[in-house]
């Protein structure tokens, strides 16, 4: 993606938000049914121009906070600010890309991209065209516009999803583990891509993983996340240069940052543990250590 000078620099500029998540918590109650509090006392930052990354143990909140984040769901208590602007429900200064493929079946790619700015008619429809058309060929599918999703491949789908976000030019981009399911080496692909867009564009991007390594990857901060009620336990500062390569991965500082992560995410894997065992018997074997002859 081209970038503009002048003017059109600075509107980049201003289009990078920054995000303020405050004391947030959220319980989930349903009749005959205990409420399950799925966040408490939850606060952190994604700050303005940067690739910030959550990671935590499945089904610890994370979907939940993007939800909100987003503006498709409402906290309990607490605030989610956008530049300082409380987020009351959702907008296109938000974007989401969800974890399953949102792709309408019946449009072409071309259509797909370019069906937010074409609920806004006029001018915003016709550029809409020209920019998608622009994005599809930043990521390799200008040759796929008149084609549908089922003719495409997932990560070829992912990459028109990611195309469609952005066509909204939106202040921050969620993506709410947006990779998974891909093979191994269809998912490495598009975290090149993702990071080759963000240099592009210093987009605010917010993404959720359960990935370590694909979140030290692309992150400039991870955040880890605990176990249900899920808040903030660790921020880590991830001091890797960019644009970043496959081959940071085995420098020595990739190693000790991933540890640093590694062992804070682990004490909340084990609570599961910890949990089933006081209510099942002991943990199996297999979860047991094996310094003991």
């Keep these: ?61 994370k979907s939940t906070l993007a939800n909100i984040i987003a503006g498709y769901d409402t906290p309990g208590s607490g605030k989610v600010l956008l530049d300082g602007k409380e987020i009351k429900g959702s907008s296109s200064d938000c974007i989401m890309i969800f974890q399953e493929t949102a792709l309408w079946p019946w449009m072409t790619i071309l ?69 998974r399911g891909l093979d191994v080496m269809t998912r490495a692909l598009m975290q090149e891509y993702l990071l080759k867009l963000y240099q592009q564009t210093g987009l605010t991007m917010f993404f959720i993983t359960s990935e370590i390594d694909e979140a030290l990857f692309l992150a400039d901060r991870v955040l880890v996340m605990t176990q249900l009620p899920g808040t903030i336990k660790t921020v880590v500062e991830v001091d890797l240069p960019r644009p970043r390569e496959f081959h940071v991965t085995t420098s020595e500082q990739y190693r000790l940052i991933k540890s640093q992560v590694m062992e804070s995410l682990y004490e909340e894997g084990a609570k599961i ?12 074997d297999t979860c047991q250590s094996t310094d003991a002859p």
Excluded: W
Excluded at 37 to 59: F, H, Q, Y
Excluded at 276 to 283: M, P, R, T
């Design 111 to 179: 259509k797909n991209v370019t069906f937010g700015p074409s609920l806004l008619g006029g001018s915003k429809k016709q550029q809409a065209v020209s920019k998608a058309m622009s994005l599809l060929e930043t990521v390799g599918l200008e040759e796929f516009a008149d084609k549908y999703p089922a003719q495409l491949s997932g990560g070829m789908q992912r990459r028109a999803e990611v195309c469609r976000a952005l066509v909204m030019e939106p202040k921050v981009l969620i993506l709410d583990e947006p990779f």
């Design 1 to 61: 993606m081209k970038n503009g000078s002048g003017k059109n620099n600075e509107e980049n500029v201003l289009r990078k938000g920054e995000l303020e998540i405050q004391n947030v918590e959220k319980t989930f109650r349903i009749p005959g049914c205990a409420p399950c509090v799925a966040l408490k006392d939850c606060s952190l930052t994604v700050e303005r121009g940067k690739l910030t990354v959550l990671v935590g143990p499945s089904g610890c909140g």
């Design 273 to 284: 543990f910890t949990h089933l065992q006081g209510i099942g018997g002991n943990v199996p």
